[in-house]
């Protein structure tokens, strides 16, 4: 289906502002451009929630080198704590803090790809206040549970998960959190992502290898493992604030490696070798 808002009320609606949750987070989209809106209204359907003034992050997006948030708010963007700065291909991002709540402008022909850059980079300066964590991995849900299946591009993350079907909830980037004494997963649209949150049961490294297989990861496997996967603060207080929750994560949440061949495991098999993760850490 092609991304798209069908009649003038959805219009009128997003040039209003568009609400959606990244993870946990709630995100209000500022835009004077239908298509971020359309993109933005089809991208994050099934995360959307209304759009108000205290959401913790607030995306201003525009097609153009124009200032897509007015002179008066940007004069107030210069005038705070920039955090974040990308000069990509056909895009500017900038991000900053404004009394407490994060503000992300994109502009250029590639704002879209700016403002997602933009939104995960903002999302890991608030959530790395609070013990959380971005990390590029696959969310799968197991008799009620959270296995964050975490790699690399090309380790098989979007294979995996669509191996799996619905029990998949995202196949791309997940939120974790440390809420005493458990630790809890959150789906991100990114890329095909449904909206989910579960107790974090274990962590499970993808790697490529000629036969399928599951074992327990060493600590020091786990260190090096999650910390080459998360997304956090280039710079700041921030930064070390990340590192140390992913070193938490990666010592205080069962990690296992699983390594799959060229050829594609059946759905059973692969159930099977995750329920074995369930069952080694009740």
Avoid at 114 to 138: M, T
Avoid at 249 to 267: D, E, R, T
Wanted: hydrophobic content about 40%; some cysteine; overall charge positive.
């Amino acid at each position: 289906m092609r991304p798209g808002l069908v009649n003038v009320a959805e219009k009128e609606a997003a040039l209003k502002g568009i609400g959606f949750f990244f993870g946990p987070i709630k995100v209000k989209l500022d835009t004077r451009d239908m298509a971020p809106a359309r993109y933005y209204s089809w991208k994050y359907r099934d995360f959307l929630c209304s759009a108000t003034a205290d959401a913790a992050i607030h995306v201003s997006v525009c097609n153009d080198s124009k200032d897509p948030c007015g002179q008066e708010k940007q004069a107030a963007l210069q005038e705070n704590e920039i955090l974040e700065i990308f000069d990509g291909p056909g895009f500017k991002t900038k991000i900053v803090s404004i009394r407490g709540v994060v503000q992300v402008t994109a502009i250029g022909p590639a704002c879209l790809e700016g403002s997602n850059l933009g939104l995960q980079y903002a999302a890991s300066h608030v959530y790395s206040e609070k013990s959380g964590l971005l990390i590029h991995g696959a969310l799968i849900e197991s008799q009620g549970k959270g296995l964050l299946l975490a790699g690399p591009s090309g380790a098989g993350k979007t294979t995996l998960a669509g191996i799996l079907g619905e029990r998949a909830y995202c196949d791309e980037l997940c939120m974790v959190q440390r809420q005493q004494p458990l630790w809890k997963v959150w789906s991100t649209a990114l890329q095909n992502g449904r909206k989910a949150c579960f107790d974090l049961t274990a962590t499970i490294l993808l790697q490529r290898g000629q036969v399928l297989s599951l074992s327990r990861a060493s600590s020091r496997e786990a260190v090096k493992g999650i910390s080459s996967q998360i997304i956090v603060p280039r710079d700041g207080p921030g930064r070390i604030s990340g590192w140390s929750t992913a070193l938490d994560l990666a010592l205080s949440v069962p990690c296992y490696k699983l390594i799959h061949g060229p050829s594609l495991p059946a759905a059973a098999e692969l159930e099977e070798l995750l329920a074995n993760v369930r069952g080694a850490v009740k």
